[in-house]
């Protein structure tokens, strides 16, 4: 099945002015937002003029880094490449999230972590029979995500589907316009289209993994997966070939000390919680981080808010009450 929208259909005015209200949620005091919305439809005009005649050339990015909780580059592109970015999103991603596996959880729509988590548990029951035989489960990680996703190759991929040369020139030029560690080499975390394009690049990973390798309890996260088995001798089996396509297919590596195969009754620490056959609790450092934001960085109430929805969904009621008394504290010497 092909892409059926055409390039006329993403760069319309139409397009791009919905893209404008949904890319401006929540921005309207930065600045840089301020600015392209003053004269927002000769902006938009001069953006579609440029699509137009084929003119059109991605900006520079802004660099800056942010811990969360690891240091983490951003590249941030001009309002007018993000408004593209939006209006490229909004025809793709419908398309695309058709092409995924169910159980590939990162960047779509009604998915996230918390479903991720359940659905980790559901497997967690089944492949142990109610927790009545034990389960094994290979977790890797994969190095570097972002920084060495190979353009030439996710371009490819995108061939795969989208004949329109237009369209692919297009995504071509966005995909291009970053730089990493080396030429043709990366994508920007901080772009909309980067959290689409990574699905794309790893859907090739997922599918192998659940047609090739036929490992039907398994889960991805972004860089992160798993696969649940009653017979830790086939996770072994598995992982040389799961290697070896990372490698040949998608120019992909498994980062080496974050390779395990671990009961669940040990406990396995995924997507920022430990868990364990019926229950769940949070990393010990991701609960330091909390503490240390509320404490010293004086959180705000809608902070400490999502914080304890954050630890809801795990055994937390001693936590959640830690939380509110720390945070009480942390009010009363403002």
């Given at each position: ?5 055409a ?14 209200k949904e ?26 003029d440029d699509?137009?005649?084929k ?78 035989r ?20 996710l ?23 970053f ?12 772009n909309?289209?980067?959290?689409l394009?990574?699905n ?74 430990v ?14 981080r ?45």
């Amino acid at each position: 099945m092909k892409f059926c929208h055409a390039y006329n259909d993403i760069i319309s005015i139409e397009n791009l002015l919905l893209a404008w209200k949904e890319f401006i949620r929540g921005k309207h005091k930065r600045k840089d937002v301020q600015i392209f919305e003053r004269d927002l439809m000769e902006n938009v005009i001069s953006l579609h003029d440029d699509l137009v005649s084929k003119s059109y050339e991605h900006l520079s990015y802004e660099f800056f880094r942010i811990y969360d909780p690891k240091l983490r580059d951003i590249h941030k592109a001009s309002v007018r490449d993000r408004l593209l970015h939006h209006a490229l999103y909004r025809k793709l991603y419908s398309f695309f999230d058709g092409k995924f596996i169910a159980d590939s959880f990162s960047c779509r729509l009604n998915k996230g972590t918390h479903k991720a988590m359940n659905r980790f548990r559901s497997f967690a029951y089944k492949v142990s029979l109610n927790h009545t035989r034990t389960v094994w489960i290979l977790k890797c990680d994969i190095r570097k995500f972002f920084a060495s996703i190979d353009q030439e190759i996710l371009i490819k991929l995108l061939a795969k589907y989208i004949f329109d040369r237009d369209i692919l020139s297009l995504l071509s030029k966005i995909i291009k316009s970053f730089s990493g560690m080396r030429a043709g080499v990366g994508l920007p975390l901080g772009n909309l289209t980067s959290q689409l394009l990574v699905n794309i690049y790893m859907n090739e990973f997922d599918q192998y993994i659940k047609h090739r390798i036929r490992a039907k309890n398994y889960i991805r996260y972004a860089d992160d997966f798993v696969i649940f088995s009653h017979d830790k001798k086939q996770l072994y089996e598995m992982l040389p070939a799961i290697q070896k396509f990372l490698f040949e297919h998608l120019r992909l590596s498994l980062h080496p000390n974050k390779i395990s195969i671990c009961t669940i009754a040990s406990g396995i620490d995924f997507l920022g919680w430990v868990h364990f056959p019926n229950h769940r609790v949070l990393r010990t450092t991701t609960k330091k981080r909390m503490f240390k934001n509320i404490k010293i960085k004086k959180a705000k109430a809608e902070t400490v808010q999502s914080y304890l929805g954050l630890v809801s969904h795990g055994n937390s009621w001693k936590l959640q009450q830690q939380i509110q008394s720390i945070a009480n504290k942390a009010f009363l010497s403002v």
